[in-house]
């Protein structure tokens, strides 16, 4: 049987421009996804500190929203609404074989209401109105990891101004459960609580690659500067402990 990568689970840019006509007095952005979100608003992340959003949930019966307090984030004039989309707890294959116990595309919802300064309202909403493209990430999966491709960066694709010509509209789509609700949070998202840096750094040698002693156990993701030419590609992997010769042991893992 072909192993979990047989199903690959890429991400998707969306964006919405729109215009406000003053300042700004409170704004509230409400979302979620059937698949995993990173909000923008002009180029600044709503949600720096989180990560996969919304949380697990059986998916047949529910899943979470989250509301933001975005009133710092808007300016009066051109703004613009992006998210990057994944496929999250939604799109993950959840056993060794691949299955997906969730069909259908990933989805998105979000409702940005504003109020101005002089009490009137505006809102906006996901609808086909909105433009996608591809993310440079081409593969995201919670367990079988992500490939990103940096030469597919489109800079500014969350900002005004940004010349998305060649973009296509969003279409819009269903719950493949009709009777699934939404219902708010109850509990606080995975979020950083704090950072470690490695502890020691094992030089690669005939029997492995560089190795990293982040110095404890630990769950988070990696922060990691690299250079070098164009197409030159760069793997992590991780692991909990240390073969005799300095490996890292994955025989438990994907």
Do not use: C
């Not at 993701?221 to 300095?246: I, K, M």
Request: proline content about 7%.
């Amino acid at each position: 049987v072909a192993g979990p990568d047989r199903i690959t689970t890429d991400a998707s840019l969306l964006r919405k421009d729109f215009h406000l006509a003053s300042n700004v007095r409170e704004a509230r952005l409400t979302i979620t996804a059937l698949g995993a979100y990173e909000a923008f608003i002009d180029g600044k992340r709503v949600a720096p500190h989180t990560l996969l959003s919304p949380g697990w949930t059986d998916f047949h019966k529910r899943a979470l929203y989250q509301t933001y307090d975005v009133t710092s984030l808007l300016q009066h004039g051109a703004n613009t609404l992006g998210v990057m989309l994944g496929g999250g707890w939604y799109s993950s294959p959840m056993t060794w074989i691949g299955y997906r116990s969730t069909p259908g595309p990933n989805l998105l919802r979000a409702q940005l209401d504003v109020t101005l300064a002089d009490g009137t309202h505006q809102t906006i909403l996901t609808d086909p109105s909105w433009l996608i493209a591809s993310a440079p990430i081409t593969f995201s999966e919670i367990y079988g990891g992500e490939s990103y491709d940096a030469r597919l960066v489109q800079h500014g694709w969350d900002t005004p101004g940004f010349d998305a010509a060649h973009w296509t509209h969003a279409a819009a789509g269903t719950p493949p459960d009709a009777d699934m609700t939404l219902t708010a949070q109850p509990d606080a998202s995975i979020h950083t609580t704090l950072t470690l840096h490695p502890i020691h750094l094992d030089p690669a040698n005939a029997d492995h690659p560089f190795v990293f002693d982040m110095g404890q156990n630990m769950v988070g993701n990696v922060r990691l500067h690299v250079r070098g030419p164009r197409g030159l590609v760069v793997r992590l992997r991780y692991a909990e402990r240390l073969n005799p010769d300095g490996s890292i042991y994955t025989k438990n893992l994907r």
